[in-house]
């Protein structure tokens, strides 16, 4: 079974530092670019970063402004997201899902095959 384990979430205060995880399972993990969603209550889903296959190639939205780093070690079928900086307006559930489309469709969250099942992250100001 195709499996995306999100972890690391949790309470942290505003400036504070997380590392989520995401553990994949049952596909060829380095065969796909992974990416970092998240879906604030009452908000839609925003893309927060992707790295393509090889970890060479990343993406992040302007808005995030350096905050965020994605990378993946393919040894280990895992991707992860340190986040430092945190601000309230971050709060969110995070979640990571794996895609064969294209690099150029990583920012697009219908373009992924697989999804992880969510990591919540709450920032208290």
């Known amino acids: 079974d195709v499996q995306l384990q999100a972890s690391g979430g949790g309470l942290v205060q505003a400036g504070g530092s997380l590392r989520l995880s995401c553990a994949a399972s049952g596909f060829t993990f380095d065969d796909y670019h992974i990416g970092w969603f998240r879906q604030a209550p009452g908000k839609e889903r925003e893309g927060v970063s992707s790295?393509?296959?090889?970890?060479?190639?990343?993406y992040y939205p302007g808005f995030l402004k350096g905050r965020f780093t994605i990378s993946r070690d393919n040894a280990k079928n895992t991707a992860y997201l340190q986040m430092n900086s945190l601000k309230p307006e971050d709060a969110a559930i995070y979640y990571c899902?794996?895609?064969?489309?294209?690099?150029?469709?990583?920012?697009?969250?219908?373009?992924?095959?697989?999804w992880g099942q969510g990591t919540l992250v709450t920032v208290s100001s």
């Open positions: 899902a794996a895609t064969s489309a294209p690099w150029r469709y990583s920012g697009i969250a219908s373009k992924y095959n697989y």
């Open positions: 790295i393509d296959n090889t970890g060479g190639v990343t």
